[in-house]
């Protein structure tokens, strides 16, 4: 009977913690040769072989790492974090190495993905310029280069999904926003 009881305290703490640790496994993006998967787990970008095996930690800290997305050649990996203090776009190579920021506004950027080898295509929430007829709380679409250089606006639309072709054309799914004025 006391064997009984002890397994079951034990099943039911057991299945208790199980519930209380989900995996957090989120942001998952294969490889353009397919032969790995980069996905965010708690907070931090890892890579596995797309059979199966043991996970490669790329970034580490109490920063937020996600949205990982790959280089069309396999060899870097974009992701945000914000190690900086707002979401920046940062790039690793994809074996593991130090990330290096590209962005550095001070509003939130999410890397969506490579124009090509060279260029990470990334949303965000900036003024174009003051005149601009949209305005800064709408998500844009810009481009950074691998050197870090000033981000340049690439369209502004708000979308909802993008991908680019192996021949660097892009398709969008694009938002219809409707605005409302009031009295």
């Given amino acids: 009977m006391r064997k009984s009881i002890v397994s079951l305290a034990l099943f039911a703490v057991s299945a208790v913690g199980a519930s209380a640790a989900p995996l957090w496994l ?3 993006a294969i490889s353009p040769d397919g032969a790995t ?3 965010t787990y708690k907070g931090n970008i890892f890579t596995v072989p797309a059979k199966g095996g043991e996970a490669r930690q790329l970034t580490s800290g109490s920063s937020y790492n996600t949205n990982p997305v790959w280089s069309p050649d396999g060899t870097k990996i974009a992701f945000g974090s914000d190690r900086e203090g707002s979401m920046d776009v940062f790039v690793v190579n994809s074996r593991g190495g130090v990330p290096k920021r590209l962005t550095t ?3 939130n950027e999410t890397p969506l993905a490579f ?11 900036l003024l174009p310029s003051p005149t601009a007829a949209q305005g800064g709380f709408n998500q844009q679409v810009y481009t950074v280069d691998l050197e870090g ?5 690439f369209i502004s639309l708000t979308m909802s999904a993008l991908s680019v072709g192996k021949d660097g054309r892009v398709l969008y799914h694009d938002k219809k926003v409707t605005m409302f004025a009031s009295d």
């Fill in 105 to 107: 506004n001070s509003g």
């Fill in 115 to 125: 124009k090509d080898n060279d260029h990470v295509l990334f949303s965000a929430s």
């Fill in 149 to 153: 250089h000033r981000p340049k606006m």
């Fill in 26 to 28: 989120r942001n998952v």
């Fill in 37 to 39: 998967i980069a996905f």
